[in-house]
C-alpha cells in the first residue's frame, strides 16, 4: 500500500479535490502570517459563535427533559 504524500488528504478522490484543498490551506496560512492580529481576531469570533451554538443547543436539549 502507498504512503500518502500529505497527512490527513485521502489517497483516492482526484487532483480537483486536492488541488481546491491545498489552495485553501495555502490561502489560510498566508492570511495568518501577513495578518496575524486580524486572523486571531477572526478566530475568537468564530470560537465566540460556536460557543453560542453549543450554548443554545444544551439549552434545548435540558429544556427537552423537564
Known amino acids: ?3 500518502n504524500s500529505f497527512p ?3 489517497a483516492g478522490g482526484g487532483l480537483v479535490p486536492k488541488l481546491v484543498g ?3 490551506l495555502v490561502a489560510v496560512l ?3 502570517v501577513n495578518h496575524p492580529s486580524d486572523s486571531a481576531g477572526w478566530v475568537s469570533g468564530v470560537a465566540g459563535g460556536v ?3 453549543v ?3 444544551a ?3 435540558r429544556s ?3
Open 1 to 3: 500500500m502507498a504512503r
Open 51 to 53: 460557543g453560542d451554538v
Open 30 to 32: 498566508v492570511l495568518i
Open 59 to 61: 439549552t434545548f436539549l
Open 55 to 57: 450554548d443554545g443547543v
Open 8 to 10: 490527513g488528504m485521502k
Open 22 to 24: 491545498t489552495l485553501l
Open 64 to 66: 427537552l427533559t423537564r
